[in-house]
């Protein structure tokens, strides 16, 4: 089955450290990949997105590549802000039979310390 | 401004009672979805529509029902049969965009059932 597996939480940082988020996923077919990122209390937002091998999806300095060889799509940031404390979501989606689904990894808390 | 409304935030019931949780969207996206969130178990799928009228069961469909008679609106019902309601419910609904579909999340209505 399709199935999202990213690094159990919580993570804590200070400002400015690196940020690196594992996920791998498993799929039949082609997924596009997503991170999504939730502050406390509120729904999700989609943070950046890849549709396809090698494809780098970037916003607000996340990064994430789409790599096939390794059914990865890490997500990193060179310089994290207090402000970045969230958890986050790797997702990936698969459109079968003219329907599309996605499917979450649990999240990964994110603390960033002052 | 377009987007998802959930209503209320914040819903509290007595154990045996049905609830419904509003969803409103003004995107124009034919596609909805209600998913459960609870802690370290990421979001799991409640019901998902593609179109008007017509709507299927997602991975934990058992003691919830929905409607969607309007493009705009997709009502998800807690039924007393639902063993476990106490939950985060999240609506979304989705949009093709640069090759993959994309799912915009409404805010959240938080149930308690006691």
């Known amino acids: 089955g399709n199935s999202v597996t990213q690094m159990e939480g919580p993570v804590t940082l200070s400002e400015e450290a690196f940020l690196t988020i594992n996920c791998t996923y498993t799929?039949?077919?082609?997924?596009?990949l997503f991170w999504y990122v939730q502050y406390p209390g509120e729904g999700l937002q989609l943070l950046l997105k890849a549709t396809k091998a090698d494809d780098k999806g970037s916003n607000k300095g996340f990064e994430a590549t789409y790599r096939k060889e390794t059914t990865s799509f890490h997500l990193e940031k060179g310089s994290v802000q207090v402000s970045d404390s969230a958890v986050y979501f790797c997702?990936?989606?698969?459109?079968?039979?003219?329907?599309?689904?996605?499917?979450f990894g649990k999240g990964t808390k994110l603390t960033v310390n002052p | 401004d377009g987007g998802i409304t959930q209503s209320p935030k914040y819903l509290f019931r007595k154990e045996g009672q049905n609830v419904t949780l509003s969803c409103e969207q003004n995107?124009?996206?034919?596609?909805m979805y209600w998913y459960r969130q609870d802690p370290g178990q990421g979001l799991r799928l409640i019901y998902y529509s593609q179109i008007v009228n017509d709507f299927q069961k997602g991975d934990i469909a058992e003691g919830y029902s929905v409607s969607r008679e309007k493009k705009e609106s997709f009502p998800l019902t807690v039924t007393s049969a639902q063993k476990n309601p106490t939950a985060f419910y999240l609506c979304?609904?989705?949009?093709?965009?640069?090759?993959?579909?994309?799912?915009?999340f409404g805010p959240g209505t938080r149930l308690t059932v006691t």
């Open positions: 799929a039949t077919g082609y997924p596009s």
């Open positions: 995107l124009n996206h034919d596609a």
């Open positions: 979304a609904s989705s949009i093709v965009r640069g090759g993959a579909y994309e799912q915009y």
């Open positions: 997702a990936l989606t698969l459109t079968q039979g003219g329907s599309e689904k996605l499917v």
